[in-house]
């Protein structure tokens, strides 16, 4: 830090000096958003693309069902749709391996290997052939001694199961929490893991579960863990489920004074996977999923099968709009603003003074509800000030034109079902 104020001030500092030093230091460091990120340089906007896990889970039976077991060909299909349907063009980049590839033992030289039967060509085969895509490759391990299903975990191997995925070629790892025995296990092996990726030279986004492990017995350390990790998941494990999306929400929005500073390039706050594009969520339930999801600045990881996909799902899953509020580069996370008669409003800051609101109707009878906002209630009083124009991008785009400050937008939003608006500071007024 002195030589870095040295090189600012040009002369070695004296006393008080130093505490202009270190206020000009604060101001610099609250001025560069992340500024405490982990330093890999990697996931400065949101992570995006697909896992496996919530639809396909530890599928292990190749001989029944062979389209959907955990296998090379399962990821090959994935990548080729990747590249062909459109995915990779919208920012869909990492595809993600997660519980249940490996083999039940480790090699003769203590390296995990992937099971022999379902990956026979391996995951260096596998990461060519993804990255001949234009995409990136990720895969799963455990900082305890067993992964959560039960295959080798990476306790006491961190060094070697890093170098060995950077061998591979690999560009993502999600490192989950099962079968630690304590609390300095847990944070010491995550931070560890952090440092031997590091090590390797290779970028690899490191995707955590720390928080998630802790919970129940400590209050996380947000400021530390963003440190190691460039997204961690805070909460359980999503269900292809409304119920599950709004225990996501309501968690988030419980914590929000904890976890929405903790956000930022280099680092985000992970409520697991898009279930969009499978079985649990009605068509409203599937856009507030994709809008909550950009409001809250979350990793895109869909779990789907991107063979059977509707063209609905696909449609709001490769939404160009609310992707871009999702990556915005000012990297701000949204917050609830308000609930009231069982609407939620939710809102993030954007870059170019502009702010993504997302009105979510919660009741579970009836039909679409109305719902007025005051426009100078939104975005610290300041999001349409003195004038914005407003889009509505969900459900449907619709220019919904130019609105004053004083003013007030209406809103008609299904049972369960969310509309997302953006509101673009306009200096014009007449
Ligand atoms: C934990 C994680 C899930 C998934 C499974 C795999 O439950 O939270 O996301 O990785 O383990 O076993």
Redesign the pocket.
């Known amino acids: 830090m002195v030589t870095l104020m040295m090189r600012l001030t040009g002369r070695r500092l004296q006393p008080p000096d130093c505490v202009l030093a270190l206020s000009l230091m604060v101001l610099i460091l609250w001025e560069i958003p992340g500024a405490w990120a982990l330093d890999n340089g990697l996931a400065m906007t949101p992570t995006m693309g697909w896992l496996h896990?919530e639809r396909f889970m530890?599928n292990t039976d190749c001989t029944e069902e062979p389209d959907s077991c955990i296998s090379e060909n399962l990821f090959m299909q994935m990548a080729d749709l990747m590249d062909s349907d459109g995915w990779k063009e919208v920012g869909y980049e990492y595809l993600c391996i997660?519980?249940?590839w490996m083999a039940p033992q480790r090699d003769s030289k203590g390296r995990l290997q992937a099971d022999p039967k379902r990956f026979p060509s391996g995951i260096r085969h596998l990461s060519n052939y993804v990255h001949s895509k234009g995409l990136k490759l990720g895969i799963?391990a455990d900082v305890g001694k067993k992964?959560?299903?039960g295959y080798p975990g990476s306790l006491g191997h961190y060094d070697i199961d890093a170098e060995t995925f950077a061998d591979w070629g690999v560009d993502l790892l999600?490192f989950?929490g099962?079968h630690c025995d304590t609390l300095e296990q847990l944070a010491d092996g995550y931070k560890h893991m952090s440092l031997s990726l590091n090590k390797t030279g290779r970028s690899i986004v490191y995707s955590c579960?720390w928080p998630?492990y802790m919970w129940p017995f400590k209050k996380p350390n947000y400021t530390e863990i963003r440190q190691y990790c460039n997204h961690w998941?805070n909460f359980?494990?999503i269900y292809d489920s409304w119920q599950s999306v709004k225990s996501i929400l309501d968690w988030t929005s419980s914590n929000q004074r904890t976890v929405v500073s903790a956000a930022g390039p280099g680092g985000w706050n992970d409520p697991?996977m898009l279930v969009i594009g499978n079985f649990g969520l009605s068509w409203d339930q599937q856009i507030t999923q994709m809008a909550l999801w950009a409001i809250m600045a979350a990793p895109l990881f869909m779990s789907n099968d991107l063979r059977h996909i509707s063209l609905q799902a696909k449609t709001l899953l490769q939404n160009k709009d609310v992707i871009a509020i999702n990556q915005d580069p000012l990297g701000k996370q949204g917050y609830l603003l308000r609930k009231e008669d069982n609407i939620e409003v939710w809102e993030r800051p954007l870059s170019e003074l502009a702010w993504a609101v997302a009105v979510v109707n919660l009741q579970e009878i009836g039909g679409p509800r109305s719902y007025t906002i005051s426009l100078a209630s939104l975005g610290q009083g300041v999001a349409c000030n003195p004038a914005c124009h407003i889009t509505e991008l969900l459900p449907v785009k619709t220019k919904l034109g130019f609105y004053e400050w004083t003013s007030f937008v209406k809103t008609r939003i299904n049972p369960t079902g969310t509309v997302l608006l953006q509101l673009k500071i306009s200096q014009t007024t007449f």
């Open positions: 896990w530890c997660d519980d249940c799963y992964t959560c299903a999600k989950d099962c579960e998630l998941r359980g494990d697991d």
